[in-house]
């Protein structure tokens, strides 16, 4: 439990750079990674922005995002040694849920196969 409350303090401002770092080295975009959280959590490009300002942390963040994607639940398969469809904490589901898709993203796969379309 420890672990899970140290993931949700955790500023999501202070992850950002590094999903970007990690498409960036694999030849994909800053603005794909911004489209796989815009697709993930319903925020634009305005209020990603003051998420980022405002250095909220992982459990804000996902507390306020204006809306989980209903497809989200279509994102399977292994990330840190778990798999995200069987994660009980909701919260910790949805941080594991935007690792996969950066993941994918990092992996080469098309847009439409990451943002489940």
């Given amino acids: 439990m420890k672990n899970l409350e140290r993931v949700y303090k955790m500023s ?12 960036e080295k694999k030849g994909r975009t800053k603005e794909e990674v911004d ?15 003051e998420q980022l300002d405002n250095k909220t942390n992982f459990e804000d963040f996902f507390g306020q995002a ?9 994102i399977t398969g292994v990330i840190c040694g778990y798999r995200v469809e069987e994660i009980e904490d909701k919260l910790m589901q949805q941080v594991r849920y935007l ?16 943002l489940r379309t």
Avoid: C, H, R
Wanted: a positive charge; charged letters at 30%; aromatic letters at 12%.
């Fill in 12 to 23: 999501f401002a202070g992850v950002y750079p590094l999903y970007i770092q990690k498409a």
């Fill in 35 to 49: 489209q796989i959280i815009f697709w993930l959590t319903g925020y634009d490009e305005k209020s990603l922005k």
């Fill in 66 to 74: 204006p809306e989980i994607n209903p497809n989200a639940n279509k």
């Fill in 99 to 114: 690792d996969k898709l950066i993941d994918e993203l990092a992996k080469g796969k098309a847009m439409e196969k990451i």
